[in-house]
């Protein structure tokens, strides 16, 4: 009584829909049969209520007696309901409609597709254009690692001091989780933090906009922007950008941010210093930089 309750079995979908259009037909069927049974009633009482009773029986349309073209009438109806049911309804019934109205959906997807790709793309292979002096600067392992929690996975000084050196005086982009892992903003630079989040609150100079778009035209009055992470911004930024300062850390390391891979068919390497591991530093590494072809 208080067992577990069984499981009702589960009827797959095709089956259940076949089940369905077999009761469908059913109906049909059951209902042409009691059409055809009154109306062989109908016809018989008809003719003994004429030829018997006497109904009507010099009433005659267009010289025929007048049940002769009430059985007619009937009888038109009647093969009106056998070709609808065995016609209409098995080749123009539900699947048939559904299946033409899948047609016309799917033929106005592909005019929808077809408008966007001829009037949308355009606009936005037009409208993406490298800024003159934006600058991607970032610090990678062998494997494009950036970070993990939120944290950088290694420190290197000279690295810190080349990122102030050439950041100084300038507008920063970064995602919101790159500024937060900031205990205070950075001194003597301009922060542009992209977040979705609605009033997301930032210490005062510090600007916040929706996207990499928004955060480019804040910066525009400086001459040299630069954009410093996390891996999403970076990757937003890419088509944007006309040079990428690049410290390659010559070591593999556990992360779950990466820097988007170079593509060296638009970029070229026009400088490279390498500055070996020592007391400061526990890894070798190399200051790159790419100029967009």
């Given at each position: 009584?208080?067992?577990?309750?069984?499981?009702?079995?589960?009827?797959?979908?095709?089956?259940?829909?076949?089940?369905?259009?077999?009761?469908?037909?059913?109906?049909?069927?059951?209902?042409?049969?009691?059409?055809?049974?009154?109306?062989?009633?109908?016809?018989?009482?008809?003719?003994?209520a004429n030829t018997v009773l006497g109904i009507g029986k010099d009433f005659k349309i267009l010289g025929l007696n007048w049940f002769v073209i009430a059985?007619?009438?009937?009888?038109?109806?009647?093969l009106y309901h056998v070709f609808n049911v065995f016609v209409t309804n098995k080749f123009m019934g539900k699947d048939w409609e559904k299946a033409q109205i899948?047609?016309?959906?799917?033929?106005?997807?592909?005019?929808?597709?077809?408008?966007?790709?001829?009037?949308?793309?355009?606009?936005?292979?037009?409208?993406?254009?490298?800024?003159?002096?934006l600058t991607m600067i970032v610090a990678v392992g062998e494997n494009n690692e950036i970070g993990k929690n939120n944290k950088l996975i290694w420190h290197l000084r000279d690295d810190l001091k080349r990122f102030k050196s050439l950041t100084s005086g300038h507008h920063i982009i970064m995602g919101r989780k790159t500024f937060e892992s900031f205990p205070k903003p950075l001194p003597n630079r301009t922060h542009i933090v992209i977040s979705r989040?609605?009033?997301?609150?930032?210490?005062?100079?510090?600007?916040v906009v929706n996207s990499i778009e928004d955060a480019i035209d804040a910066a525009s009055s400086d001459d040299q922007p630069f954009i410093i992470g996390g891996g999403e911004i970076y990757k937003q930024g890419m088509p944007y950008t006309s040079k990428i300062e690049l410290t390659r850390v010559h070591s593999t390391f556990a992360a779950d941010t990466f820097f988007p891979?170079?593509?060296?068919?638009?970029?070229?390497e026009i400088s490279s210093k390498v500055h070996d591991n020592d007391e400061n530093h526990n890894h070798a590494f190399s200051f790159l930089t790419y100029?967009?072809?």
């Open positions: 009584m208080f067992g577990k309750k069984q499981k009702k079995p589960q009827i797959d979908q095709e089956q259940f829909a076949l089940i369905e259009n077999a009761q469908r037909r059913v109906k049909q069927k059951k209902k042409l049969y009691i059409h055809f049974v009154i109306f062989l009633i109908g016809a018989v009482f008809l003719i003994l059985i007619a009438a009937w009888l038109f109806f009647f899948e047609k016309l959906v799917t033929k106005q997807q592909n005019k929808i597709s077809e408008l966007k790709n001829s009037l949308i793309e355009p606009i936005k292979k037009t409208t993406i254009k490298p800024h003159k002096n989040q609605p009033n997301y609150q930032v210490p005062e100079g510090v600007l891979e170079i593509n060296m068919k638009k970029w070229k100029e967009r072809l």
